[in-house]
């Protein structure tokens, strides 16, 4: 689920400041990893827990987002999700904001089934993000993700998202100008998927997940599950990219990989 993460340091430095096309230099000072790139390892984090057993997934979720979560007070937290990190006690707050989608990039890795990959994505969302749109969101993510590393193609994984979740009804070139910067899972999900499915290999889909504007960060982290699931990470992007974690999240980042191993292209 290293993509993911790729995909929020590199899209970090737009989020407030878009850039509508795809020449940016990759990495820089100015990047980092955010609250997509922390979430994202706490779900990893209760996934390992469970050891297999995801009797009490949601629990542990909770557990792990806010012990790994709490440390890091200002890697951009929305206001409801900040107030939920650091109450003790948190319930579900019905929202249909994109974190859902960001950070269950490891429910994809970990699934060895297609209905597992919606129980999982379920489980760990409907802990803050119980609506509806929330939970597609997530849920259209991770079956995605498992999706095409069960050999899927683009044109498979298309015709199963427009089938179950998404129109589809645009491409990237047609919204790149006039999109704007939204947090909901329903206007960015089918975006980084689209994002992903034009794209011919890992490094152009990043970029071309950035070029939309918007939720920089966030789409890129969503386009970036899916094209490491599809492409795999070169491995020079993938040594640059760790550089940026600290030993807490590399540590979780590496027994995440250990049991379930991402995939490095060629």
């Given at each position: ?20 096309a ?8 100015e ?30 979720t ?12 200002y ?26 989608a ?47 590393r ?22 990237i ?47 890129a ?46």
């Amino acid at each position: 689920m290293l993509g993911a993460i790729i995909g929020d340091i590199a899209g970090s430095r737009f989020e407030f400041n878009n850039y509508r096309a795809k020449d940016f230099t990759f990495f820089t000072g100015e990047c980092c990893f955010t609250d997509d790139t922390v979430m994202s390892l706490a779900i990893c984090a209760a996934i390992l827990a469970c050891e297999g057993n995801y009797s009490n997934l949601g629990q542990l979720t909770v557990q792990k987002m806010q012990e790994i979560g709490r440390p890091y007070p200002y890697c951009g937290y929305g206001g409801r999700f900040y107030s939920w990190m650091y109450t003790e006690n948190p319930q579900p707050y019905n929202s249909y904001g994109n974190g859902a989608a960001m950070r269950v990039s490891g429910c994809g890795f970990a699934a060895s089934s297609l209905e597992e990959a919606k129980s999982l994505a379920r489980q760990v969302t409907e802990v803050t993000h119980n609506h509806p749109e929330g939970l597609k969101g997530a849920e259209a993510t991770a079956v995605a993700i498992y999706l095409l590393r069960s050999g899927y193609t683009k044109e498979q994984l298309r015709s199963y998202i427009v089938e179950h979740y998404y129109p589809m009804n645009f491409t990237i070139a047609s919204i790149r100008r006039t999109y704007e910067f939204n947090e909901t899972c329903q206007d960015t999900v089918p975006q980084a998927l689209e994002a992903f499915l034009e794209t011919k290999n890992f490094e152009d889909a990043i970029r071309n997940a950035v070029s939309v504007g918007g939720d920089s960060d966030t789409m890129a982290a969503i386009t970036g599950g899916l094209a490491e699931a599809f492409f795999g990470i070169p491995e020079q992007l993938r040594k640059r990219a760790l550089i940026y974690l600290d030993e807490r999240l590399l540590k979780i980042l590496q027994a995440f990989e250990k049991k379930y191993p991402g995939k490095v292209s060629k």
